[in-house]
């Protein structure tokens, strides 16, 4: 018989055949896993309160969409059709009939978004979040132009060159605004949006300028640095900017995720958009990580009284799978020319099957408003553990099921994750010193009570 592969092994395997990545090498190599708990390789369970950061907001194995993929994938047509041929089938889902097509995913998505965009939409589809934040930004860029009255013909001598850099033309060059701390992708004009470590900087390229605007969180919004000097600010960067090109768009996570689980002013941050949006920039809402219920409601611009100009969402969307979706406002953005933008795995059957089955799921058991009444309970616990371990940690913050528990040093914060992980509870670091808590939002009392039994076990380890 052969030997059983260990965890250890397996590691060692994947250290020597694949690339570096995020993986946590002292971490679980991860089975299967059922709602809110995970299988490890070594026979061992664990607590998932990372939700696969913020991936799986229904859970492990949700019935719902476990089904729909099965009767995507039975049917013939998986992902063998590429984004050149649209498909439908009908699949049945908790004795409902679903239809599973791009136009029936579209449309639920311009229907859960109607609160924050109440205005005609259309939707283009990506396969990741990341790769729909680069849209959100190329859409931005083209319809700048569009109104500038460049045509397709503009860009023949560029296209016949030998040589072509784009900094030697201003058809290229663009400037955006995102905030500090942000995290949107790693590849792409997402990667210049991201502020998160330094080392996400390598091998940036763009013919794009990026201002970077200090998060207007609570600590910002004080006497020292008010509204009217934050204004001032953004004034002079948008000014420095525009030597180089035109700022057409605003790129930003309604709460900061990687950055560190950052809540800004909610008045603060609708002062700024209005006045952005009054010089004509763009207002992008990346909800990759804070959409379809994560913050306690369907998306957290809900809170802050924000309507975007478009609004970009991944992550949970396909409940594990790739899909990534842009959502714009269609008077202001008019479709793109035929072969402008496209793709061979944008909105697979079965990653529509599946968004489709997930958007249901969330809906019809309310998993947003669960997301905010679980998450008062989890934060009002972890406060309570706050004031009884105040040596170590700092702050605890958070919007539904997305939560921030800042220490006092890493060193500590890494002490802790590492304890929680060997005791069955798998959490994960955001930002310089803090632990993030983004359960799955199907996650029960009983379970969040377990978590925090192990959580403070190891707080006194």
């Known amino acids: 018989m052969p030997e059983k592969i260990t965890k250890k092994h397996y590691f060692l395997k994947e250290k020597e055949l694949i690339g570096s990545s995020t993986v946590d090498f002292d971490g679980p190599v991860i089975t299967g896993g059922e709602g809110v708990i995970g299988y490890d390789l070594d026979g061992k369970k664990f607590l998932d309160f990372t939700g696969q950061i913020s991936l799986l907001n229904t859970g492990y194995g949700p019935e719902e969409v476990v089904s729909a993929i099965c009767q995507q994938a039975r049917g013939g047509a998986h992902s063998c059709i590429s984004a050149d041929f649209p498909y439908l089938k009908e699949i049945i889902v908790k004795n409902k009939k679903l239809e599973v097509s791009r136009l029936a995913l579209a449309k639920k998505l311009i229907e859960i978004t109607d609160k924050i965009m109440p205005f005609k939409k259309r939707v283009f589809f990506e396969v990741s979040g990341a790769t729909a934040v680069n849209l959100a930004a190329k859409i931005a860029q083209i319809n700048h132009l569009r109104n500038r009255g460049i045509k397709t013909e503009d860009f023949q001598r560029h296209f016949e060159s030998d040589i072509f850099i784009p900094l030697q033309s201003d058809l290229f060059e663009f400037s955006f605004l995102a905030f500090r701390n942000a995290f949107h992708g790693r590849h792409g004009l ?14 940036a390229s763009a013919s794009c300028a990026v201002g970077r605007l200090p998060f207007p969180s609570p600590e910002t919004n004080s006497d020292i640095f008010s509204r009217s000097i934050y204004k001032i600010r953004t004034a002079c960067l948008i000014y420095e900017l525009e030597k180089f090109a035109p700022v057409v768009a605003f790129v930003f996570e309604p709460v900061q ?20 949006r009054s010089r004509d920039i763009c207002i992008i809402a990346d909800e990759v990580q804070t ?3 994560r913050t306690g409601k369907m998306w957290a611009c809900e809170y802050f009284g924000i309507e975007p100009d478009m609004l970009v969402t991944s992550k949970s969307l396909g409940a594990g799978l790739p899909i990534g979706a842009v959502i714009v406002n269609d008077k ?9 933008h496209s793709g061979s795995h944008h909105a697979t059957p079965l990653a529509c099957a599946a968004a489709i089955a997930n958007i249901d799921k969330i809906i019809r058991e309310n998993l947003a408003e669960q997301s905010a009444n679980h998450g008062i309970y989890l934060l009002t616990r972890l406060k309570a553990i706050k004031n009884n371990c105040s040596s170590m940690i700092s702050d605890v913050r958070g919007l539904g099921l997305m939560i921030r528990i800042e220490f006092y040093s890493a060193e500590r914060r890494d002490k802790v994750l590492k304890s929680c992980k060997e005791n069955g509870l798998l959490l994960a670091s955001a930002g310089a010193k803090a632990i993030r808590m983004t359960p799955p939002l199907i996650v029960t009392i009983p379970e969040i009570d377990k978590a925090l039994k192990i959580f403070e076990r190891s707080l006194k380890d």
């Open 190 to 203: 997402a990667q210049l949006f991201t502020n998160s470590k330094t080392k996400q900087l390598w091998a």
């Open 257 to 276: 995720g990687e950055g560190g689980i950052n809540i800004p002013d909610g008045a603060f941050l609708k002062d700024l958009i209005h006045y952005l």
């Open 291 to 293: 959409g379809l219920g």
């Open 332 to 340: 202001k953005f008019p479709d793109l020319e035929p072969g402008m």
